[in-house]
C-alpha cells in the first residue's frame, strides 16, 4: 500500500471527553466542526454520543445536516457561524440550532423559521462572532421573550491562564447573562481548564477531545504511520531533494516515504521535523514534496517498512512545533489519502 496509515484511538478520544466531563461540572458538550478537527467527524461524532455527549457544534449548517445524518434525531446540534441567508432549510430539516451572531440574523431566524429553535452568540471582546453589548442590549427583551436554547461566548486568550483577557472576558459575559434563565456556556477546552468560574451550565471542548494543547493530559488520538517507498545510499557530498537544501556529510542512507505536503505534512516543518522508529528519530533530510519526505535512516540498526510521525514518541503539538504553528492546524491539513482506521472501539 503506498499510502500512509492514520490510525484514530477512539478510547482515547472517549478518555478525553471524559476527563474533560469530570472537569467541567455541568453539561459537556463536543466540537466537531471540520471534520472532528480532521479525524472524521461520523466517527468522532458517534464516539463521542456513545461516550455520553449529547450536544455538538459545528461551524456551518452544511455540517450539521451531514452530522444529523450520522447521530439520529436526538443529540442537539448548534451552528456557531448562525443563521446564514439560504440556510433556513437545512436548520429546518435537519433540527439544527443556530447561534444568531447579530440582529440581521435574529430577524432572518424570526421571518424565516419564527417557531424553530436558536441559541444567541455575544462578542466579549474577541471580535468575531456574536452581538456587541450594545446590541445585544437592545435586543436582548425580543431574543429572551423567543426562549433561546444557549447563550454562548468564545475566549480569545484561554490558552494562556494568566492573560488579563479571561477575566476581562468572564466579567463581561456575567454583566452580559447575569439573572438570565438561558443556560450558559463560555468555555471550549482552554476555558475548562481555567477553572470552574468559567464552566457556567455547558462546555465546549474540541482540540483537548483530539488530544491536543492546551489539554496537557490529554491521551494522543491520531496517530500516523508512513510507508517507505525506496531506500538508498550516499556517499559523502551528494544531496537530497529540492534546491539541494541537505547535504550528506557521512556515508548515508536515505528513505524516501509516501507523504507530503499534499498530506498536510506541511512544507514549513522542513528542516525540524523528525520521523520516529519506535524511540529512534530519523530526522527529514532536504525539503517536503507534495508526496514524499526523504529521511536519514543511517543510524537505524534495522531497515524498516514504515516510519512514524504521529507516535508516541512525538504527539500533534511537538510536530505543530517543528512547523511553527498549532496542532489544530496539524490535525485539521491531514488530508484525504491517508487509509484511515480505527482502534478502541467500544463496541
Ligand atoms: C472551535 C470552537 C470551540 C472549540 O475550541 P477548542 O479550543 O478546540 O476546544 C468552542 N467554541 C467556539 C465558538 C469555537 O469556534
Not at 451572531?101 to 444567541?120: A, C, K, Y
Not at 461566548?153 to 456575567?174: G, I, K, T, V, Y
Not at 511553527?324 to 463496541?347: D, K, M
Amino acid at each position: 500500500m503506498g499510502t500512509g496509515t492514520l490510525t484514530i484511538d477512539l478510547a482515547a478520544l472517549a478518555a478525553n471527553w471524559r476527563a474533560l466531563d469530570a472537569l467541567s461540572g455541568g453539561e459537556t458538550g463536543a466540537v466537531v466542526k471540520a471534520d472532528g478537527y480532521g479525524l472524521g467527524a461520523p466517527l468522532v461524532a458517534r464516539t463521542l454520543a456513545s461516550a455520553g455527549a449529547r450536544s455538538f457544534f459545528v461551524a456551518v449548517a452544511e455540517e450539521g445536516v451531514a452530522l444529523r445524518a450520522t447521530l439520529g434525531p436526538t443529540p442537539r446540534i448548534f451552528v456557531f457561524s448562525g443563521h446564514m441567508p439560504g440556510d433556513g432549510d437545512m436548520i429546518r430539516d435537519a433540527g439544527l440550532i443556530p447561534m444568531l451572531n447579530s440582529v440581521e440574523q435574529m430577524t432572518r431566524q424570526i421571518e424565516i423559521l419564527p417557531d424553530h429553535p436558536f441559541g444567541l452568540q455575544l462578542d466579549t471582546g474577541m471580535n468575531r462572532l456574536g452581538m456587541e453589548p450594545a446590541e445585544w442590549a437592545a435586543l436582548r427583551d425580543i431574543a429572551l421573550a423567543r426562549n433561546p436554547a444557549l447563550i454562548i461566548s468564545h475566549l480569545a486568550c484561554a490558552d494562556e491562564p494568566d492573560h488579563a483577557m479571561n477575566a476581562a472576558q468572564l466579567a463581561a459575559f456575567r454583566e452580559m447573562t447575569d439573572g438570565i434563565d438561558t443556560p450558559r456556556s463560555l468555555s471550549a477546552t482552554g476555558g475548562i481548564l481555567l477553572g470552574p468560574d468559567y464552566h457556567f451550565d455547558l462546555t465546549r471542548p474540541g482540540i483537548g477531545l483530539y488530544g491536543g494543547l492546551p489539554f496537557a493530559d490529554a491521551k494522543p488520538v491520531a496517530q500516523l504511520s508512513l510507508p517507505i517507498v525506496q531506500i538508498r545510499d550516499l556517499v559523502p557530498g551528494e544531496t537530497v531533494g529540492y534546491g539541494n537544501t541537505w547535504s550528506a556529510e557521512r556515508p548515508t542512507r536515505i528513505a524516501t516515504l509516501s507523504a507530503g505536503y499534499a498530506d498536510g505534512l506541511i512544507r514549513a516543518m522542513g528542516p525540524k521535523a523528525t520521523l520516529w522508529h519506535g524511540d529512534t528519530p530519523c530526522p527529514l533530510a532536504g525539503r517536503v514534496s507534495m508526496d514524499l519526505l526523504t529521511v536519514d535512516i543511517t543510524d537505524l540498526p534495522q531497515t524498516p517498512t514504515h516510519l512514524d510521525i504521529l507516535c508516541p514518541s512525538q504527539t500533534v503539538d511537538d510536530l505543530a512545533d517543528a512547523a511553527g504553528t498549532i496542532g489544530y492546524e496539524i490535525l485539521t491539513s491531514l488530508g484525504p489519502r491517508y487509509a484511515r482506521r480505527s482502534i478502541g472501539a467500544s463496541q
